[in-house]
Every structure is written in structure tokens, then in C-alpha cells.
């Protein structure tokens, strides 16, 4: 089973500054299998990132990713109230497996 | 739109079997482009896959899970259902149903969730 590390645990940070958000895996993953998603409380999760760098449908483009083999990165450039969550890797190997979240709240 | 809703049982005993549906809308569980998820999450931790599966019933489910679930889907009601046998304290979690894009195996579409409790 391949396991995914986010870090850090929690970030925070101002409105209008930038989130660096980091998925780490044990083994190598393809860039095709690598997917962000975001949580607020409450709801379910909400697709964000997929292909390590492909926005899904809606997606402001202040969030971006990329990536590849074991380090994948979420950036968001600039954090709207609205952006506030925790976030989720997500990848899929021989089995799915998601990381265990970085929650990004307001400092 | 497409939107997807769980339903079943809110509390279930221990030892027994979870049994939960997810009723599938404005679109066919026949799409072949897409499988259909269960994923729970239980109080206060991370998201947790327990499997997939496809219109024609090809299965995929979570080694740590694998002995007790099982997912079968029924065309003609558009639904998928999930059954958990043999359950515990740990099982309790929010449920969710979600589609899943194959090729990117990427989850697009969720349900709301639903919150199942194993109690006595």
C-alpha cells in the first residue's frame, strides 16, 4: 500500500498570502493518479486538482498544482475567505489512498 | 445535474451488518467512463476508501476492509448499495457515495454523507 504524508499538519495564514501544501508518497507515484481535493466542515469533499496539475471544472485558478514520482505540491496564490479547509491527497496505485490533510486556517 | 444521495440506517448494532444505498441521478450508472465509490470518514479523521464498482459489476475493495464489504449495484433502480458485515465501534463514520472518473481515478461527484453510529 502506497502511503501519502501531508505536511504540515495545520497552516496558518492571512487572507491574500500564499498556501504551500505538500503530498508526500512512500513509493512512486504516476502524475495521472495524483488528486487534490478540498473539506470544509460539514460537506463533502470537493474535487480540486486532478493529473497532479489539471483543475477541475470551476476551479478558481488561484489553485494550482504539480509534482511528480513521490513529492506533489498544492499551491494556493493567493487565499480567499472562501479557501480556508482542510485539503486531501489522493492517489491511486494498486489501491486508493488519501493523505491524512493539512488543514489551512486563519492566522 | 448530476447528484448522488445515501441512504440506510443511522445506528447499527454491533456484530451486525451496515447497510447503506446511493441513488445515483441525471445520469446512468451504466456510463461506462465512470465507477461508483463508497469512502467514509470517521469523527474528526481522514478520508478512508473502501471500494468501487463498475456497471458491470467488476469490483475493487480495500485490502484492510476486503474480508467484510461488499458493493453491488442494481441498474434498473439506478443505485449502487454497500454492505459491511461484522461491525464495530471503529466503523463509525459519515458514509459517502461518490462517482469516480477511471482513468484519472479521480472521485468528481459526492454525496452529502451520511452519518452511520455502531452502538448497542
Known amino acids: 500500500e502506497i502511503v501519502l504524508t501531508q505536511s504540515p499538519g495545520t497552516l496558518s495564514l492571512s487572507p491574500g498570502e500564499r498556501a504551500t501544501l505538500s503530498c508526500r508518497a512512500s513509493q512512486s507515484v504516476s502524475s495521472r493518479y495524483l488528486t487534490w481535493y478540498q473539506q470544509k466542515p460539514g460537506q463533502a469533499p470537493r474535487l480540486l486538482i486532478y493529473?497532479?496539475?489539471s483543475r477541475a471544472t470551476g476551479i478558481p485558478d488561484r489553485f494550482s498544482g504539480s509534482g511528480s514520482g513521490t513529492e506533489f505540491t498544492l499551491t494556493i496564490s493567493r487565499l480567499e475567505p472562501e479557501d480556508f479547509a482542510v485539503y486531501y491527497c489522493?492517489?491511486?496505485?494498486?489501491?486508493?489512498?488519501f493523505g491524512p490533510g493539512t488543514k489551512v486556517d486563519i492566522k | 445535474q448530476v447528484q448522488l444521495q445515501e441512504s440506510g440506517p443511522g445506528l447499527v448494532k454491533p456484530s451486525e451488518t451496515l447497510s447503506l444505498t446511493c441513488t445515483v441521478s441525471d445520469v446512468s450508472v451504466t456510463s461506462g467512463s465512470f465507477y461508483w465509490s463508497w469512502i467514509r470518514q470517521p469523527p474528526g479523521k481522514g478520508l478512508e476508501w473502501i471500494g468501487d464498482?463498475?456497471?458491470?459489476?467488476?469490483?475493487n475493495y480495500n485490502p484492510s476492509l476486503k474480508s467484510r464489504v461488499s458493493i453491488s449495484v442494481d441498474t434498473s433502480k439506478n443505485q449502487f448499495s454497500l454492505k459491511l458485515s461484522s461491525v464495530t465501534a471503529a466503523d463509525t463514520a459519515v458514509y459517502y457515495c461518490a462517482r469516480l472518473f477511471y482513468y484519472y481515478y479521480y472521485m468528481d461527484v459526492w454525496g452529502k454523507g451520511t452519518t452511520v453510529t455502531v452502538s448497542s
Open positions: 493529473g497532479a496539475s
Open positions: 489522493q492517489q491511486y496505485g494498486t489501491s486508493p489512498t
Open positions: 464498482i463498475s456497471y458491470t459489476a467488476s469490483t
